[in-house]
């Protein structure tokens, strides 16, 4: 295996919005990972990312759905 492929297989795969399309400018990835989720700025890759539990991440899409739907907070 060369390093290469060494290092491809230990990034994590990252991943955007369906939303997002082509020519989005305000955009975050995200990717998997064993306890969360990383987000991250798509126009600064090499920039800072944010480790977030899967616990929150659950949350936060619970949050953002009962938005989009019109639904009150808990």
């Given at each position: 295996?060369?390093?290469?492929?060494?290092?491809?297989?230990?990034?994590?795969?990252?991943?955007?919005?369906?939303?997002?399309?082509?020519?989005?400018?305000?955009?975050?990835?995200?990717?998997?990972?064993?306890?969360?989720?990383?987000?991250?700025?798509?126009?600064?890759?090499d920039?800072?990312?944010?480790?977030?539990?899967?616990?929150?991440?659950?949350?936060?899409?619970?949050?953002?759905?009962?938005?989009?739907?019109?639904?009150?907070?808990?």
């Amino acid at each position: 295996m060369t390093s290469k492929e060494t290092r491809a297989a230990s990034e994590p795969a990252w991943f955007k919005s369906s939303y997002s399309g082509a020519n989005a400018t305000e955009c975050v990835e995200c990717a998997r990972h064993d306890t969360g989720v990383w987000v991250r700025d798509s126009k600064c890759r090499d920039g800072a990312t944010l480790a977030v539990t899967g616990k929150a991440w659950a949350a936060l899409i619970d949050g953002l759905g009962r938005s989009a739907a019109g639904h009150p907070k808990h």
